[in-house]
């Protein structure tokens, strides 16, 4: 542990310019959003953003800092403190990132720290689509990083489920699954329904293409590491925020946050998992201080070689399905109800794939197609199908996962924490000590009812009135 209690991560930052691939995404803006807060005194902070929806990189960017995840860093170094993210049009599936020459050569003599976050995290992305993204998007990123001039750290956000192979996972380098250069090239050449064809043979046993192209994208970074000073940060399940800004925050409803919002519903009734099944998670707040704080070790001497890290959680907090199952249903059902509710919450897990697919069946099919040939008899939209069609896929994909179970060793990240200070552990918290499972799910349920189905606090009471009538 240092010495003194001086922010020495604080002070790395100061006056750097840091690149962010995937700005726009989940971790990208908390990552943003910490730096800026935690690091007042970086130079600035560089997006590679796409025009998106008629909306250029400088309008989505506006959007995103000036929404709630960033209202504490407002208040608390003023407005003016985000005109140090400078938003710069790029598209990593595109060729040289769809970079003008201006904003490369600046990139170049101005980038000291990349964080390349950008990828598809879809599941069910077509194997040409996850590639183009995960895998070619990196390798241009690498080229790009080869010509910065002073650049000091370049971090690779993979993921522990990368190599599922693997039922213990080290925090060391993995063979890949093929050779990503003949992918890229395979993918290059062939049509769209050709690759299509040929995706179950090139996946062999790998459950999905999104592990697949993260394992090649791993690959590329490990082929450049004598090039450029990269490390490659495995996160496992990364999750709503635990401890700030806002506790319990995210954009999105995947993980156990959908869980929970589709259980308290009432539009998920059943789920197949095997008993005492656990998955990794890790809240986004702790990713996002392991980079900040792993950039800053990775330059000092003693830690050069060191280039690999896992930041999960498994063998510091273990949470069973059926532990968030229950804790789900009592805060949906009687502290935070959801409105709008189709069903009142219920449903259960099932030890039985033949009896959970029949429940699927008789609780959730037939009565979405029930209601949806109500609504298109009356003149409205049927929307019940396609929202079970939805959860059918995202249960396919957590049910893989709920149900084998990896053992991610982090030893390495484990002995990081104890080089830091006191105010350094506080500010960039690297653990799950104290953890509240009840508390987080509280807090994850609340913000998704706040930011992502736009329901005011105040009709919280009526909520609870309607699932109580």
Not at 148 to 162: D, E, G, K, P, W
Not at 240 to 252: L, Q, S
């Amino acid at each position: 542990m240092s010495a003194d209690n001086t922010d020495r991560i604080e002070q790395f930052f100061e006056g750097k310019t840091v690149l962010v691939t995937g700005a726009t995404g989940f971790l990208g803006k908390v990552i943003i959003e910490k730096l800026l807060r935690a690091c007042p005194k970086v130079k600035q902070v560089v997006a590679l953003v796409r025009t998106k929806k008629g909306k250029n990189p400088e309008q989505r960017m506006e959007e995103i800092l000036n929404g709630p995840l960033f209202e504490t860093l407002r208040k608390k170094w003023g407005p003016d403190h985000l005109n140090k993210v400078v938003a710069i049009e790029g598209d990593i599936t595109k060729r040289n990132l769809n970079l003008c020459s201006e904003d490369k050569a600046w990139l170049c003599e101005e980038v000291e720290i990349v964080f390349h976050c950008a990828a598809t995290v879809r599941f069910d992305q077509p194997l040409k689509t996850a590639v183009l993204i995960n895998v070619k998007g990196t390798k241009q990123i690498l080229d790009l990083a080869k010509g910065m001039r002073n650049l000091q750290v370049f971090q690779h956000i993979s993921t522990a489920y990368c190599h599922l192979e693997e039922k213990k996972l080290l925090e060391k380098a993995y063979e890949p699954p093929a050779n990503p250069h003949h992918i890229l090239k395979l993918c290059e050449l062939l049509r769209d329904e050709e690759i299509e064809f040929i995706t179950p043979r090139l996946l062999g046993r790998i459950p999905n293409t999104y592990a697949y192209t993260k394992a090649l994208a791993e690959a590329l970074v490990l082929e450049e590491m004598d090039k450029v000073p990269a490390l490659i940060i495995r996160p496992s399940v990364v999750v709503p925020i635990w401890k700030e800004p806002i506790p319990g925050w995210t954009d999105n409803l995947n993980g156990p946050a959908g869980l929970l919002i589709g259980a308290g519903k009432g539009v998920i009734r059943t789920m197949y998992i095997k008993e005492n099944s656990f998955s990794d998670y890790i809240p986004v707040d702790v990713v996002a201080n392991a980079i900040l704080t792993l950039t800053f070790l990775s330059t000092l001497n003693t830690f050069r070689s060191q280039r690999i890290y896992h930041i999960t959680s498994n063998e510091d907090v273990r949470v069973s399905y059926d532990e968030i199952i229950n804790m789900g249903r009592k805060i949906v059902e009687t502290i935070i109800p959801l409105p709008g509710v189709a069903w009142y919450p219920g449903g259960s897990i099932k030890r039985s794939k033949f009896y959970n697919n029949l429940s699927f069946l008789l609780f959730q099919w037939i009565p979405a197609l029930l209601v949806d040939t109500i609504l298109f008899v009356l003149g409205f939209e049927p929307v019940l199908m396609r929202v079970q069609r939805r959860i059918a896929k995202g249960c396919e994909v957590m049910e893989y996962y709920a149900n084998n179970e990896w053992i991610f060793s982090n030893q390495r990240t484990k002995e990081k924490r104890t080089l830091l200070n006191l105010t350094e552990r506080k500010k960039y918290k690297l653990d799950c000590d104290g953890f509240d499972y009840e508390e987080y799910f509280t807090n994850c349920v609340l913000c998704a009812r706040r930011y992502i189905l736009n329901e005011p606090d105040e009709n919280i009471p009526a909520a609870k009135r309607h699932m109580f009538v």
